[in-house]
């Protein structure tokens, strides 16, 4: 999938289970996460098919790298637990939505296998369009009824710029 759509899968879903931004943020950064092994480009294409989808899409590095983050939060344990079910929500993007050439090597380096999907779409297709488009839908809803954006953490600023200028916020006699 998109970098994009998994970004705001993240701040989606971040926002069903925490009211605190800066977990929210990392939410969004942790559903990133796992394509960091897409930086093997650099080395080449080869590089990039040999190791994409397979130094960090398997579960020795979701649960590594969701205790590490984890504990750089308030409250490590759950923190942990939503960012080693972001990053499998990522893997279960990329199943279905990275081409029938890309699977899963989900238990890399104890296991070999890789899990396939018999369904899975190219990554310019239809429906990854329309995830992206249903997750920028679910967003524009979070910052209409919460006013809150996915720059929330990051960059305040140009947040309460986009919320004052193209969300304007009810008064109370339209509640």
């Known amino acids: 999938m998109h970098l994009l759509t998994h ?55 979701a649960f590594i790298s969701s205790v590490m983050i984890g504990f750089l939060n308030e409250r490590p344990l759950r923190s942990a637990v939503i960012f080693f079910a972001l990053i499998h929500l990522h893997f279960l993007m990329d199943f279905f939505g990275s081409g029938p050439i890309w699977g899963i090597p989900y238990l890399v380096p104890f296991f070999r296998r890789e ?17 992206l488009a249903l997750l920028g839908g679910w967003t524009m809803w979070i910052a209409i009824r919460y006013r809150r954006t996915p720059f929330e953490f990051v960059a305040p600023r140009l947040e309460n710029a986009i919320l004052r200028r193209k969300i304007p916020q009810k008064s109370s006699s339209q509640e």
């Open 7 to 61: 970004t705001l899968a993240g701040w989606c879903a971040g926002n069903c289970v925490t009211q605190s931004p800066k977990v929210r943020a990392w939410c969004m950064g942790i559903s990133l996460l796992p394509d960091i092994d897409g930086v093997s480009v650099v080395f080449g294409v080869q590089a990039f098919y040999d190791y994409h989808h397979t130094l960090a899409h398997n579960l020795l590095f």
């Open 115 to 131: 899990f396939v999907s018999g369904v899975a779409w190219e990554i310019d297709a239809w429906q990854n369009f329309v995830a």
